[in-house]
């Protein structure tokens, strides 16, 4: 028997039946469901150093578990010192079993090491169901020895659903696991 992380079974076991029961659903189609999660980051000082870039790039591959791909800068800034083409940061999509895997991960053991953690904020759906959610330091993930960093950054973690309304992302993310503030 092929493996199943246990977020993927959880939906279709339980959450599938919950979405339907609050939103009164039709048909199971309809239900909302993640279709990816996009972890990036920006390395503002890349335009002095090219070697951060490649640190990023090793930091998200190993938290991830898959390749980063360095992302570059769509036009001339000439404050910045920046030109055309010159990567600026990195950037990694996950779908399907590393999707769930990571998002499991996040949720049991990233988000509680964070210092004086009460939850993550509601506030960052865009209204069309997509979440954002900054990330202050990626030491909160056990994957990163502490030792190897040359420097603490954040990231963003972009949670992409198939729901038409904030609402119903939210309530799909909290089955999910992940620990809204309580306002």
């Not at 939103?23 to 239900?31: C, P, S």
């Not at 951060?52 to 800068?73: C, F, M, W």
């Not at 964070?114 to 759906?125: E, H, L, N, S």
Request: glycine share 8%; hydrophobic share 40%.
């Amino acid at each position: 028997m092929a493996y199943i992380p246990r977020l993927k079974q959880e939906y279709k076991e339980r959450i599938i039946k919950a979405l339907e029961e609050e939103f009164g659903y039709k048909n199971v189609m309809q239900v909302p469901k993640l279709d990816k999660i996009v972890l990036s980051r920006g390395v503002g000082a890349a335009v002095a150093d090219k070697k951060l870039v490649d640190h990023a790039l090793d930091e998200l591959t190993t938290i991830t578990g898959q390749k980063a791909v360095s992302t570059l800068s769509k036009k001339d800034v000439a404050a910045f010192k920046l030109r055309k083409g010159m990567p600026i940061g990195a950037k990694v999509t996950l779908r399907g079993e590393r999707m769930y895997e990571f998002l499991d991960r996040l949720v049991t053991v990233a988000l509680p090491r964070v210092r004086d953690f009460q939850g993550i904020k509601a506030t960052g759906f865009d209204g069309r169901g997509n979440y954002n959610l900054g990330v202050t330091e990626q030491i909160i993930f056990p994957e990163m020895n502490i030792d190897k960093i040359n420097r603490i950054n954040g990231m963003d973690i972009t949670f992409v659903t198939s729901a038409g309304t904030d609402k119903e992302a939210k309530s799909l993310l909290t089955e999910l696991g992940l620990p809204f503030k309580k306002n």
